[in-house]
Each structure stands twice: as structure tokens, then as C-alpha cells.
């Protein structure tokens, strides 16, 4: 069985930095597209960022502050680790993180099309 497990999260104050992770592990995992989202409560699953085919994407909201990169084998594309290093932090920015993979090209921003999900991990950002 294949699991998404994210670390990294904590509380920061404002302007700060922190790197989430997110390691595959159980069986391999052939990851095309791959992607964080977040969720405050009361809300939906909001697109943070995204990477396929050597291409990245990013939430308006994230863009110049936060960078998605991943550990995986090129030739048969399994992830070993997926992350976010998040900059600039700003308290709207609070939220559980999830990291997201699949194994097919699918829209990079849309949550209902990745098939494997982490647990989610806290990132608090204090004024």
C-alpha cells in the first residue's frame, strides 16, 4: 500500500521560512503529476502547487514565495520525496498542508484528480 507521509510543518511568525516534505513510502510510486494543497476549516481544498513533466505551476497567492520540487527517479518517474520551501510566510497562509501524487497527467490544479494523499501537516503563521 502506498502512503504519503508530510513532515515539516510548525509554527512561524511572519517573514519566515519553513520546508514541508512529503515521502513516499509502501509500494513505488510512479508519480507524473504531484502537487500541495491546503485547507483551512470551513473551506475547500485550495490549490498551492504543482509540478509534471519538468513544468511547475502556482496558486497567485504563493507565486514568488513558494518553490515545489521533488526527489524521483527519472527513468521510472518513482517519488521518493516531494516538497514545498515556503518563504515570505504570511498569516493567511495558515493552514493543513497536503502533498498529492498520480500517476497519470492530469490537471495540476484540480484535487480530484490525484489519487494518493498525505495525512496533511499544520503550518501556522503568526502576525
Known amino acids: 500500500q502506498v502512503q504519503l507521509v508530510e513532515s515539516g510543518g510548525g509554527l512561524v511568525q511572519a517573514g519566515g521560512s519553513l520546508r514541508l516534505s512529503c515521502a513516499a513510502s509502501?509500494?513505488?510510486?510512479?508519480?507524473?503529476?504531484m502537487g500541495w494543497f491546503r485547507q483551512v476549516p470551513g473551506n475547500e481544498r485550495e490549490f498551492v502547487a504543482a509540478?509534471?513533466?519538468?513544468?511547475?505551476?502556482?496558486?497567485?497567492?504563493v507565486k514568488g514565495r513558494f518553490t515545489i520540487s521533488a526527489d524521483i527517479s527519472e527513468n521510472t518517474l518513482y517519488l521518493h520525496t516531494l516538497y514545498l520551501q515556503m518563504n515570505s510566510l504570511k498569516p493567511e497562509d495558515t493552514a493543513v498542508y497536503y502533498c498529492?501524487?498520480?500517476?497519470?497527467?492530469?490537471?495540476?490544479?484540480?484535487?480530484?484528480?490525484?489519487?494518493?494523499w498525505g495525512q496533511g501537516t499544520q503550518v501556522t503563521v503568526s502576525s
Open positions: 498529492a501524487s498520480s500517476p497519470k497527467y492530469t490537471s495540476p490544479v484540480r484535487a480530484a484528480d490525484y489519487n494518493y
Open positions: 509502501g509500494r513505488t510510486l510512479r508519480s507524473i503529476t
Open positions: 509540478q509534471y513533466d519538468g513544468r511547475k505551476f502556482y496558486a497567485d497567492s
